[in-house]
């Protein structure tokens, strides 16, 4: 009888040792629903093998193989060792990085793309945010100073150019002026005059085509030329007469490349009809000389050569008004302010020192 109430006691004691046993291998952990953490998941009890004798010991939970995933408040992340993994978890303070939190302060999304790293919570999809760049997108002033930076186009004069700048125009108007405004050293009048001392012109008919009488012609345009410089030109008429008439009119008649010419007042003109055996003029209207009354060619030779040391003109040094030398006074007319007649006048003279 005591063996049998022994035996008794050892089975009900081993009995309740193996319960004492089973009961410690499932503790439940219950948090504070104030506190807003996670509660997380019981693990399985380990269950006891038939006819084991020795209880199981005693410790913690059971581990799992496998990472287990995040459940709970949002603002709490996986408990994790890799490395480049924020250190600083999110507690409802607003972020430091307004791009990776919402209007609520709510994180949007991850930021490591580590492997292994947890890509979405569960109960909603995975979200990325993408980070705005550092310095932000670029604007419009941005991009058109940085092109001026680099010396490209304005981005604005892809579909139609852009007006350039104030102070440019005037500078290139200055310079333009400045080259333009062109006269002649007072050396290189002297030069020029000392050269041409002895100049006498001949014809060339062949270079330079002759002009014809016609007693209706009129100096084209001369009607428009202002000032009392110009009145000789613009009530020219040319006429025909014989050698007395000339003579008994005008104390200065001579023949000049071609053709006679008489000198009135500063200016000489063609003698049409003095001699009908040499009339070659190659311009019907007036030449202003001055009151030194030097030949008409060798003042036309002069302003040949001025005008060709200045590069308007690019014909021969001739002493004959033909059309090239008549386009070169032109140019030069224009660039100095000067009325464009396209003949050699009292106010060109005097602009080139041969007055």
């Not at 005591?2 to 439940?28: D, E």
């Not at 093998?49 to 209880?55: H, Q």
């Not at 002026?177 to 062949?206: D, L, M, R, W, Y």
């Not at 003029?281 to 001055?290: E, F």
Request: aromatic share 8%; glycine share 12%.
């Amino acid at each position: 009888m005591i063996i049998m109430k022994k035996l008794s006691s050892l089975l009900i004691g081993c009995s309740l040792a193996l319960a004492g046993a089973a009961l410690a291998q499932q503790p439940v952990e219950q948090q504070s629903p104030s506190k807003g953490k996670r509660a997380p998941e019981k693990t399985h009890a380990a269950e006891a093998k038939p006819g084991a004798n020795a209880p199981q010991p005693q410790g913690g939970p059971t581990k799992q193989t496998g990472a287990i995933k995040e459940r709970g408040a949002p603002n709490e992340r996986a408990a994790t060792n890799r490395p480049g993994a924020e250190k600083g978890k999110k507690t409802g303070r607003e972020s430091a990085n307004p791009a990776e939190t919402n209007v609520s302060g709510q994180p949007t999304g991850g930021t490591t793309n580590e492997p292994g790293a947890e890509k979405g919570r569960k109960g909603r999809p995975e979200r990325e945010s993408a980070k705005a760049p550092a310095t932000g997108m670029p604007t419009q002033v941005g991009k058109e100073h940085q092109v001026k930076e680099q010396g490209g186009k304005h981005p604005l004069t892809e579909a139609g150019a852009a007006p350039p700048a104030s102070g440019g125009v005037q500078q290139n108007a200055q310079a333009n002026a400045g080259v333009k405004a062109k006269k002649p050293e007072p050396q290189q009048v002297q030069q020029v005059k000392s050269q041409h001392a002895n100049f006498h012109a001949q014809p060339k008919p062949q270079q330079v085509q002759p002009v014809t009488f016609n007693q209706n012609h009129h100096i084209e345009g001369s009607e428009h030329w202002q000032g009392h410089q110009y009145e000789v030109f613009r009530s020219y008429h040319p006429e025909r007469h014989d050698e007395g008439w000339y003579h008994s009119h005008y104390s200065r008649v001579e023949l000049i490349g071609g053709g006679y010419y008489y000198f009135n007042n500063g200016y000489w003109f063609p003698a049409w009809g003095y001699s009908p055996s040499a009339e070659y003029y190659a311009y019907d209207g007036p030449i202003y000389v001055g009151q030194h009354a030097e030949p008409p060619d060798k003042v036309i030779a002069d302003t040949q050569a001025l005008l060709q040391q200045m590069g308007y003109y690019k014909g021969e040094v001739d002493g004959l008004l033909g059309p090239l030398t008549r386009e070169a006074l032109t140019a030069y007319q224009t660039d100095n302010g000067l009325t464009v007649t396209a003949v050699i006048d009292e106010p060109t003279l005097d602009s080139l020192g041969l007055a």
